[in-house]
């Protein structure tokens, strides 16, 4: 936790949730030992667990302050759901692969947590049923920010996004986005790594 704080997190709520979430239980038994560095680790399916800092980072630029539903597209491991599950009443992810999101259910169970909700579907479209969201993260690199994720979030809500240039996908900068009206305003916020996201508005093949 000191290491999150070196590297920028200072939201109380958000170290708190890093804190109670065991992510050893979200990897494969052989990488336990290394559940606890900042690194981004697989998870089958040609996936990766997102590394520590980053689900940090992500969850405090959501704004957390415990009330209101949050989105996230790709739920992978759901160590990033669990997270989630600490900071905002109910957490709604989207898993294209059906593998991951039975599995990200499975271990979310096992840990007691209720207020996530899974979905297998292509998340570039979001989970229109239970919109607006006061806050959407998206956990895979996006050529563009997607429209439908948009029109998904509350007034005054916050859009999480990686994009990458679809000529050159390892150039990724991460990007917050905040609602008003029918604008968007939105803000670069450094480079940072994330697999493609794919579907209607993914990455190109
Ligand atoms: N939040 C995850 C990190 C997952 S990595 C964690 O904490 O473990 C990104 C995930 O996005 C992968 O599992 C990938 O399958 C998924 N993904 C990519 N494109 C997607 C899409 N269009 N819809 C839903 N999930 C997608």
């Not at 969201?133 to 007034?155: D, F």
Request: aromatic content about 6%; overall charge neutral.
């Amino acid at each position: 936790m000191r290491d999150l704080q070196s590297r920028g997190i200072r939201d109380k709520r958000v170290l708190e949730a890093m804190r109670s979430v065991p992510r050893e239980r979200f990897v494969e038994e052989a990488l336990r030992a290394e559940a606890y560095n900042d690194a981004a680790l697989p998870i089958g399916e040609k996936q990766t667990i997102s590394q520590p800092s980053t689900v940090a980072r992500m969850a405090e630029l959501a704004l957390p302050d415990g009330t209101g539903k949050v989105l996230e597209i790709g739920s992978g491991s759901g160590y990033g759901a669990a997270v989630l599950s600490c900071l905002f009443e109910l957490v709604y992810s989207v898993e294209r692969l059906p593998v991951l999101s039975r599995r990200a259910l499975g271990t979310i169970r096992e840990l007691g947590i209720h207020n996530v909700h899974f979905k297998i579907f292509d998340g570039s479209y979001g989970w229109s049923e239970f919109a607006p969201y006061r806050a959407i993260l998206v956990t895979a690199a996006a050529p563009e920010i997607p429209k439908p994720l948009v029109e998904q979030l509350e007034e005054g809500g916050r859009l999480i996004v990686p994009l990458a240039d679809p000529r050159n996908p390892e150039q990724q900068t991460l990007t917050r986005s905040v609602k008003r009206g029918d604008a968007l305003e939105t803000e670069s916020l450094g480079a940072c790594r994330f697999v493609p996201m794919v579907g209607r508005y993914g990455m190109p093949k």
